[in-house]
């Protein structure tokens, strides 16, 4: 065999070689997504096939009854709508302020380094720590006792980091042109934020503030302490009443409850996950229609 | 309509004026002056420090952290930067920059934007604006029917017309060029050229641009920066025709540059 043809089979072993490995790869990458996308199909396909059947008008609409083994789950619904709402309220206008401040003011020196760290730390902080945290807070030290105020405060700390980074994402991706021609047209630096700046951001907050808001949404731990009543057999008249929730609802019916029809549980469970899921899909609508609509 | 027949009287003096971002320096102890409705060409290659010349004179080079300057600059014998706020300066000395930058907002936002910001908010003041502007702007009669439409919807040349037309809004007595025609094809330039030459009658003028043929074209008079020296400035005729400097003649024939 002359060199040349040797050269030319090595080069075509090292060829099939190369694609054996890329389709190996490719094979193993696509099982593991493919595991990811299993589990979730499980578990949500399971709490559709047992919960769906349980879930009615009546379900939704009335009061626990029979020691909750019975009856609805309205107050864990309302409960659950209105933390989410308290909780948007006091973390969007402080997490857009924060990343307001920290994209359009902030010089890069050492305190605004830390507090970036301080952010970024707050988002790797277990649940329950923030429970714990919002007990001390909140309801002892601000004397809020167990009340609507100190869980949507609560959750409304835990939500913040992930609302100040995608703010902060937001107001970054906004050109920094648009600032210049503001700025050259006589406007001061809130002015320009203001005008220039976060009507553009606007839709990157709403998504992210969403998806901050779906995750504390189905948390149990920050609310134990805070807020979640076992029974109530009223709604909340105010922010300083206790109030039930989805998740500590379903953690009392799993685990407190002996004797209830296990369909009663997982009724509660679909309601809690699909209230969690139509806020992320919301978060996914707007941000691809706004995606599409923008300009630059 | 009314047509305020203010027109510029301004008068602009740099004396020995250095600019440096950090520790580069980009300006080196420049002088000169600007006449009250007069067209200034600026001409130079990249990096030799016109925009940074030209964002001294509306104070836009402050939004850089690292700038510094030296030396003073003054507005009818008062100093730009000790005696004025930032913002009334802008608002004196509009600028239009390279690209056609419109905001994502309507035509008609776009013109508004200034004056709104200044609390204009009367209606019919604001419409007088809009149409004073885009027609000084050449711009009124391709958007008087769609002035609620996006500005995206414009052509580039359209769009760079629109942008001159928010700067005018803000009745600025001076308007600065950066390199207005750079991203334009040959028909959309002689447009803004038109447009600039017009302007001409009540507005002072400063053109930076990287064309030397648009500044013969349209100049009284240029000014020829080279690495942060302003080398030469004379009537345009003369700088194009006899320059005292042999820089400036390598320039200005294309030996350099
Ligand atoms: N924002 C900035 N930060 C740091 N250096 C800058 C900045 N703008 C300009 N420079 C520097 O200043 C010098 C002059 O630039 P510039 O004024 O933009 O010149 P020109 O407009 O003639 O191209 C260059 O060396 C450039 O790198
Ligand atoms: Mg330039």
Same mark, same amino acid.
């Given at each position: 065999?002359?060199?040349?043809?040797?050269?030319?089979?090595?080069?075509?072993?090292?060829? &099939?070689?190369?694609?054996?490995?890329? &389709?190996?790869?490719?094979?193993?990458?696509?099982?593991?997504?493919?595991?990811?996308?299993?589990?979730?199909?499980?578990?949500?396909?399971?709490?559709?096939?047992?919960?769906?059947?349980?879930?009615?008008?009546?379900f939704l609409t009335t009061m626990p009854a029979r020691g909750m083994r019975a009856g609805g789950i309205f107050p864990a619904i309302v409960g659950t709508l209105e933390l989410i709402g308290l909780t948007v309220v006091f973390a969007l206008p402080m997490g857009?302020?924060?990343?307001? *401040?920290?994209?359009? *003011?902030?010089?890069?020196?050492?305190?605004?380094?830390?507090?970036?760290?301080?952010?970024?730390?707050?988002?790797?902080?277990?649940?329950?720590?923030?429970?714990?945290?919002?007990?001390?807070?909140?309801?002892?030290?601000? &004397?809020?006792?167990?009340?609507?105020?100190?869980?949507?405060?609560?959750?409304?700390?835990?939500?913040?980091?992930?609302?100040?980074?995608?703010?902060?994402?937001?107001?970054?991706?906004?050109?920094?042109?648009?600032?210049?021609?503001?700025?050259?047209?006589?406007?001061?630096?809130?002015?320009?934020?203001?005008?220039?700046?976060?009507?553009?951001?606007?839709?990157?907050?709403?998504?992210?503030?969403?998806?901050?808001?779906?995750?504390?949404?189905?948390?149990?731990?920050?609310?134990?302490?805070?807020?979640?009543?076992?029974?109530?057999?009223?709604?909340?008249?105010?922010?300083?009443?206790?109030?039930?929730?989805?998740?500590?609802?379903? *953690?009392?019916?799993?685990?407190?409850?002996?004797?209830?029809?296990?369909?009663?549980?997982?009724?509660?469970?679909?309601?809690?996950?699909?209230?969690?899921?139509?806020?992320?899909?919301?978060?996914?609508?707007?941000?691809?229609?706004?995606?599409?609509?923008?300009?630059? | 309509?009314?047509?305020?027949?203010?027109?510029?009287?301004?008068?602009?003096?740099?004396?020995?004026?250095?600019?440096?971002?950090?520790?580069?320096?980009?300006?080196?102890?420049?002088?000169?002056?600007?006449?009250?409705?007069?067209?200034?060409?600026?001409?130079?290659?990249?990096?030799?420090?016109?925009?940074?010349?030209?964002?001294?004179?509306?104070?836009?080079? =402050?939004?850089?952290?690292?700038?510094?300057?030296?030396?003073?600059?003054?507005?009818?014998?008062?100093?730009?930067?000790?005696?004025?706020?930032?913002?009334?300066?802008?608002?004196?000395?509009? @600028?239009?920059?390279?690209?056609?930058?419109?905001?994502?907002?309507?035509?008609?936002?776009?013109?508004?934007?200034?004056?709104?910001?200044? #609390? =204009?908010?009367?209606?019919?003041?604001?419409?007088?604006?809009?149409?004073?502007?885009?027609?000084?702007?050449?711009?009124?009669?391709?958007?008087?029917?769609?002035?609620?439409?996006?500005? @995206?919807?414009?052509?580039?040349?359209?769009?760079?017309?629109?942008?001159?037309?928010?700067?005018?809004? @803000?009745?600025?007595?001076?308007?600065?060029?950066?390199?207005?025609?750079? #991203?334009?094809?040959?028909?959309s330039t002689a447009k803004v050229e038109d447009t600039m030459v017009q302007l001409k009658s009540r507005y002072t003028i400063v053109l930076v641009t990287n064309n030397t043929k648009q500044a013969a074209r349209v100049s009284d008079r240029v000014a020829f920066?080279?690495?942060?020296?302003?080398?030469?400035?004379?009537?345009?005729?003369?700088?194009?025709?006899?320059?005292?400097?042999?820089?400036?003649?390598?320039?200005?024939?294309?030996?350099?540059?």
């Amino acid at each position: 065999m002359d060199p040349a043809t040797r050269r030319v089979q090595a080069a075509d072993r090292q060829w &099939r070689r190369a694609e054996l490995i890329q &389709r190996v790869a490719f094979a193993l990458l696509f099982i593991a997504t493919l595991l990811v996308a299993l589990a979730s199909v499980l578990v949500m396909g399971l709490i559709l096939i047992r919960g769906a059947p349980w879930l009615s008008w009546e379900f939704l609409t009335t009061m626990p009854a029979r020691g909750m083994r019975a009856g609805g789950i309205f107050p864990a619904i309302v409960g659950t709508l209105e933390l989410i709402g308290l909780t948007v309220v006091f973390a969007l206008p402080m997490g857009v302020a924060a990343a307001i *401040y920290l994209t359009e *003011y902030a010089r890069d020196n050492w305190m605004n380094r830390f507090i970036r760290l301080a952010i970024v730390n707050l988002s790797g902080v277990p649940s329950v720590v923030y429970g714990l945290f919002g007990l001390g807070l909140f309801v002892i030290f601000c &004397r809020f006792g167990t009340s609507l105020l100190a869980g949507a405060l609560t959750l409304a700390i835990m939500t913040l980091p992930v609302i100040i980074t995608a703010s902060e994402e937001a107001l970054r991706s906004v050109p920094q042109s648009f600032r210049e021609v503001s700025h050259s047209l006589g406007a001061s630096r809130w002015q320009t934020v203001r005008h220039a700046v976060l009507p553009f951001a606007v839709p990157g907050i709403m998504t992210g503030t969403i998806l901050g808001i779906s995750r504390a949404a189905g948390e149990t731990a920050p609310i134990l302490f805070t807020v979640a009543a076992f029974y109530v057999p009223r709604l909340p008249h105010s922010v300083f009443d206790q109030a039930m929730a989805l998740p500590y609802h379903l *953690y009392v019916l799993s685990t407190q409850i002996p004797n209830i029809p296990q369909a009663h549980r997982y009724g509660t469970a679909l309601v809690l996950l699909l209230l969690v899921l139509s806020l992320n899909v919301l978060a996914v609508v707007l941000r691809a229609r706004f995606r599409r609509k923008r300009q630059w | 309509m009314v047509v305020t027949a203010r027109v510029a009287t301004a008068q602009i003096d740099v004396q020995d004026w250095s600019v440096w971002y950090g520790a580069v320096p980009a300006l080196r102890a420049v002088n000169l002056d600007i006449r009250p409705r007069e067209i200034l060409g600026i001409i130079g290659p990249a990096q030799s420090g016109k925009t940074s010349f030209l964002q001294s004179l509306n104070r836009m080079t =402050e939004l850089v952290p690292a700038f510094r300057c030296a030396g003073r600059i003054t507005l009818d014998g008062k100093d730009l930067y000790r005696d004025f706020d930032s913002q009334d300066v802008r608002y004196r000395i509009g @600028m239009v920059f390279a690209l056609p930058l419109p905001l994502p907002l309507s035509i008609r936002e776009n013109v508004t934007y200034g004056p709104r910001l200044r #609390g =204009e908010r009367t209606r019919t003041r604001l419409e007088e604006l809009t149409e004073r502007s885009l027609r000084a702007a050449s711009l009124w009669e391709e958007a008087k029917d769609r002035l609620d439409r996006p500005a @995206m919807t414009l052509s580039g040349g359209q769009q760079q017309r629109l942008c001159i037309a928010r700067t005018l809004a @803000m009745e600025p007595e001076i308007v600065l060029f950066d390199e207005p025609c750079s #991203g334009l094809d040959p028909i959309s330039t002689a447009k803004v050229e038109d447009t600039m030459v017009q302007l001409k009658s009540r507005y002072t003028i400063v053109l930076v641009t990287n064309n030397t043929k648009q500044a013969a074209r349209v100049s009284d008079r240029v000014a020829f920066f080279l690495m942060g020296e302003l080398v030469e400035l004379d009537r345009t005729d003369v700088i194009f025709t006899a320059p005292r400097d042999p820089r400036t003649n390598d320039y200005v024939t294309g030996r350099v540059g």
